[in-house]
């Protein structure tokens, strides 16, 4: 999205903890916007776009996050057995307790992004198939004239299986970058963020 004369762009760095079986319960990093929003003084932002870069603290690895993320090798795999990996980014004003209640209807939820891999032994030809899929549910597209916040901002990921060596039991970072115009909030405004909360 191009930046219009009255954006801001906000940045941040998270780190979150990946165990040595590759799972990430869900935890949240706080995203302050204490300086750009205040109910009292009818101060808020319309966040227009927020993207997402998950990276490795691993040097050799530059730093890049791994398309296919579980192990390197499964010799042990069975005919027709599985391996599956996933992670799930989001951007909130509501602490959701469980990951599986996060979506693009849910209150308070402004964006979301999925990412999968998926390892299969093929029984046909005892050949690995290897796929991946990732998907953002981004801000214009579910917030299309932005997504008014009047408090600071809530970014969840929650992981499973992410046991290839450059993931398992380790530390990970997700980079954090908003794009948001600053705004008058109206009493009207309150009103409709309200009704979203308590919306579904």
């Not at 935890?27 to 319309?46: F, H, M, T, W």
């Not at 069975?78 to 951007?91: C, E, N, R």
């Not at 990921?157 to 398992?168: M, P, Q, Y």
Request: charged letters at 20%.
């Amino acid at each position: 999205m191009a930046k219009g004369a009255n954006d801001l762009i906000l940045r941040d760095r998270l780190q979150f903890d990946i165990t040595n079986v590759g799972v990430t319960t869900l935890v949240y990093g706080r995203i302050d916007l204490s300086d750009y929003v205040s109910i009292p003084e009818a101060r808020g932002l319309a966040i227009k776009e927020i993207r997402f870069q998950l990276r490795t603290r691993n040097i050799g690895d530059n730093g890049v996050w791994p398309d296919f993320m579980g192990p390197e090798l499964l010799p042990s795999m069975t005919p027709d057995q599985t391996y599956k990996s996933s992670v799930k980014l989001f951007a909130t004003t509501t602490a959701y307790e469980s990951v599986v209640d996060v979506g693009i209807a849910s209150p308070n939820v402004i964006c979301v992004f999925d990412k999968q891999s998926l390892l299969v032994r093929d029984t046909t030809n005892n050949s690995v198939i290897v796929n991946t899929y990732e998907h953002m549910f981004g801000t214009p597209d579910l917030h299309p004239e932005g997504y008014d916040v009047v408090t600071d901002l809530l970014i969840g990921i929650a992981c499973n299986g992410l046991s290839g060596e450059a993931l398992a039991d380790s530390t990970a970072e997700v980079d954090v970058m908003i794009i948001a115009e600053p705004k008058k909030i109206t009493s009207k405004d309150l009103t409709q963020m309200l009704s979203q909360a308590q919306d579904v």
